[in-house]
């Protein structure tokens, strides 16, 4: 490709992007490659008093400024081999990224990291600040954030060969972290009940793998699923103000968080065709 050629697309490309809000799509040869996608590049502007209310930002992030998204797809045509990235909502807190190599048919190697907010309000008051500790500390009615944050991130491999026979295996992390609303009652009737923000930290590991193999006439599957899930808090103290100082109740109270736990499973299945005169088969599964 030419200079001038060269020049004259970094040009459009430029004035394509340059607006509040514009993309640039694109196919070029590299070497006997195929490179194509699109690239999108705004500034976002709201208007309005409510913009920033928790309904509107529930699962995602709407803050005025920049943003940018991006697929790109790099393939070989002679091997079917490719590389495939996506950027979604750059630097934003509902943003996503993917990253795919592999070849068509034969195997694939994905790793991707994602955030999901859940924003549950904007503005909540509370005598609590929740912090990240087990025990909450009474004081002055402040605004306390009621929001929490998934982050999901993971690799996965495809594997399968001429023979028949395929292997997958994949890991995957996924961590919420941040505040939520909760509440307490005291004792008896005639006691306190409490509405307050709450501490999350939470983090569960998941690991996949399975293999498949295809005869004449037979199938047979194994697999293995493991979980592990932590809680960075088992417990969560709440002083039972101002009742407890107030009228002698009852001083604090105690609730119980989700615990650390892991689970596996393994798995057995297959099926087999059986010698009969009409079409029959048999199948089972163990797990």
Known sequence: MSTTRRLAD????ALATAGLGASASAE????????SGEVELGVRAISGDDWSSAKNEEYRDQRPGVFGNARLLLEDPANGRYVRALLRDVGERDER???ELGRYGRSRLRAWYGE?????SSQALSFFDPGTDEELVAGPLTSVPLRTRLRDGGVELRLRTDRPWEFEVDYRMLERRGTMPSSIGFGNPGDNFLNFSRP?????HEVNASGRWVGDGWNLEAGYTGSWFRNELDRLVVPNEPM???FGLATEGQLSLAPDNAAHTLRLSGGADLPFAFPARLAATLA
């Open 10 to 13: 970094l040009a459009l490309i």
């Open 97 to 99: 990224y993917e990253l």
């Open 28 to 35: 070029r040869a590299v070497g006997s490659r195929l490179l």
């Open 200 to 204: 999350v930290d939470e983090t569960t």
């Open 244 to 246: 407890s100082s107030t």
């Open 116 to 120: 999901l907010p859940h924003v549950w």
